[in-house]
């Protein structure tokens, strides 16, 4: 915003000259012209006044004793406040004018005695509306720096956002893998307290009562059931429970089902056939029941077990991820254990219908690195790689030491990326994912966070195959 | 006629172990237990417990699950079946989710992970009470 356009005049204009007729006349002709004039009669005081108040524009004539115009205009110069000031210089017409000297002192125009008043007018406007024009610039420039500073700072808000945002993602998957492992572990305490309160006593004494060859049978449910190992899906449980039915239908055992159930819980899929003779006995469901319920409590205890495990995976994946590095300086990391915590955390959205296969070269060198910030990368990458294959289909990651850098390799058989588009997907906010599934900065920060590692990325494609590389420096620059 | 069913669908095997043996232990053999591992897959077992005429009293179900989600899935069960009880078991509360169920597929309860059989039981009986 220009100040003068407040005042009721054009410009402030100093006018520097020893011979009072012509600062007269200079004085009438631009004030008459709308401009505000301060008239000085010598060198010194126009540098005083100039530096007092810096006016827009400084009339100088040349020839003036003690200090000349050239001496003056080099002393303004010189000065911070005056420095940017415009210097038109007088000069008589019988002077012999140094033209070059005048702009060599900084002068930026002269005008010649006796005035032409035209002349004198727009010259003078000239250069004020140049001198505008300047600070303008200036000013502009000032917002531009000030702007691309912003942006830079709106730029690192949105690396950490979409970090949050990608952790966001994660979190609600996150809370599942853990409270599900912790469901199993508390009802399986439950039912192992419930059971140790209801048969701890009586169990001896049931025992006991039974005669020898109903123990033989209690043993050798209760055997088989442990052996049993491999673990089946609920469909093919079902499959085998429907045929355990038909079997004990056959032989005229009443509730079928519910033998053939049980069964099925305890791992007993088939050969039956010397357990018949038991279910056909009135007391064989009781047998059973008990063989049943003291099995669960082995099963309870190994679903503590794995439950247990994979809840402290999940924590530990977790506490990797947001490893954060406080002094902001790189540390020496393993980038399969980076990739590995960011599988852990996408289990829950890889386990059904994702095979990962990894590769990763044996004893690899670590890297001095940001590890959270590679992170980010990884989970940017297996989440593209993981919506581009619509959660089905296969995942593959190599690492390889070629020479002196790391090569990650994510591959995944997904829809691939068309060539029309494979030169912007770097760019930032270009997706092609419906909103609210993409903001298309995934791969911008990427790119920056590999270019802070001084590595490269770049990604081949075709359909059922993409492929995105990622090569990081053993000995980065910085 | 034969007995009715109770189906539970959790994405973890661990899970529906875990619901399998509260669920007998609490009601014995009164009912037949069906356990899915995915929507879909509970999804084949109604319509193959329909084909046997097995009626289904209660569904259990999670609610993150790949694939089709547990509101989705209740919602499906819902417009064919509008008479079964369902219940949902969630590890990860989407309030937005769990809204729609209720909206939608006339959600019982929701339980949340890790829940306690004593709330899985008393759940499941006063949906039994209203039939
Ligand atoms: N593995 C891939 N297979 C196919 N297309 C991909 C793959 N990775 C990226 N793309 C394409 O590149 C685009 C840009 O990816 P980018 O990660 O930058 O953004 P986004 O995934 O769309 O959104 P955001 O990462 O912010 O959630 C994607 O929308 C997609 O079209
Ligand atoms: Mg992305």
Do not use: A, Q, W
């Given at each position: 915003m220009n100040p003068d356009l407040k005042k009721n005049y054009k410009a402030n204009i100093l006018v520097v000259d020893d011979t009072p007729a012509n600062l007269r006349l200079l004085v009438g002709m631009l004030t008459e012209n709308g401009y505000k004039v301060r008239p000085v009669m010598d060198g010194e005081l126009a540098l005083t006044g100039a530096k007092a108040i810096p006016p827009d524009l400084i009339l100088l004539d040349?020839?003036?004793?003690?200090?000349?115009g050239y001496e003056v205009c080099e002393k303004l110069k010189e000065n911070e406040l005056t420095r940017e000031i415009p210097v038109i210089f007088i000069s008589a017409l019988d002077d012999v004018l140094d033209k070059v000297k005048a702009f060599q002192v900084g002068g930026v125009d002269y005008v010649t005695k006796p005035f032409q008043v035209e002349e004198v007018l727009m010259r003078v406007e000239t250069h004020l509306a140049i001198r505008q024009l300047e600070k303008n610039l200036i000013t502009k420039n000032q917002d531009l720096e000030m702007t691309v500073q912003q942006l830079q700072n709106t730029q690192e808000q949105l690396i950490q956002s979409e970090k949050m945002a990608a952790l966001g993602q994660l979190v609600a998957g996150i809370a599942h893998e853990i409270n599900t492992p912790l469901g199993a572990i508390r009802s399986s305490v439950e039912n192992i307290a419930d059971f140790l309160k209801e048969n701890l006593l009586q169990f001896p004494d049931f025992f006991n009562s039974l005669m020898p060859e109903y123990q033989q049978y209690f043993w050798e449910i209760l055997h088989r059931s442990s052996e049993q190992k491999n673990s089946l899906s609920s469909k093919e449980k079902r499959q085998l429970k429907k045929s355990l039915i038909k079997e004990l239908e056959a032989k005229e055992i009443s509730n079928a089902d519910t033998i053939a159930d049980t069964l099925v819980d305890l791992g007993i899929y088939d050969r039956i056939s010397s357990l018949v003779p038991l279910f056909q006995d009135e007391k064989g469901s009781q047998i059973l029941e008990k063989a049943y319920q003291i099995a669960s409590i082995q099963k309870s205890t190994d679903t503590i077990r794995t439950a247990t495990e994979k809840a402290a995976k999940v924590v530990f994946a977790l506490k990797n991820y947001a490893r954060?590095?406080?002094?902001g300086e790189k540390v020496r990391s393993q980038i399969p254990e980076g990739i590995d915590t960011v599988l852990t955390l996408y289990n829950n959205q890889l386990k059904h219908g994702i095979e990962v296969t990894k590769d990763y070269e044996p004893n690899l060198p670590s890297l001095l690195c940001y590890p959270d910030e590679l992170n980010q990368v990884w989970t940017n990458l297996i989440h593209n790689a993981i919506q581009a294959m619509d959660y089905k289909g296969h995942l593959a990651i190599n690492i390889t030491h070629q020479g002196d850098s790391l090569l990650v390799s994510i591959t995944d058989s997904g829809k691939g990326i068309p060539p029309d588009i494979m030169p912007r997907i770097?760019?930032?906010?270009?997706?092609?994912?419906?909103p609210g599934e993409g903001s298309g900065l995934g791969l911008d920060i990427v790119q920056k966070i590999i270019q802070k590692h001084d590595g490269k990325i770049f990604a081949e494609s075709v359909p059922g195959k993409t492929t995105f590389n990622v090569n990081l420096p053993l000995n980065p620059n910085s | 006629m034969s007995k009715a069913a109770i189906l539970c669908v959790d994405d973890e095997v661990v899970v529906l172990n875990s619901l399998k043996i509260q669920l007998k232990r609490e009601f014995g053999d009164a009912y037949v237990y069906e356990v899915a591992e995915s929507a879909d897959e509970a999804l084949e077992i109604i319509d193959e417990l329909q084909s046997e005429e097995t009626d289904i009293l209660v569904i259990v179900s999670d609610w993150?699950?790949?694939?089709?989600k547990g509101d989705e899935f209740l919602i499906r069960v819902h417009e064919k079946y509008p008479k079964i009880i369902k219940v949902m078991l969630t590890g990860q509360a989407d309030e937005t989710a769990i809204q729609r169920a209720k909206e939608k597929a006339a959600l019982h309860n929701c339980l949340y992970k890790p829940w306690s059989s004593q709330e899985l039981i008393a759940t499941i009986k006063s949906g039994l009470e209203g039939l």
């Open positions: 040349i020839n003036m004793p003690k200090m000349n954060y590095d406080h002094t770097f760019e930032p906010f270009f997706t092609t994912k419906p | 993150l699950m790949p694939g089709i």
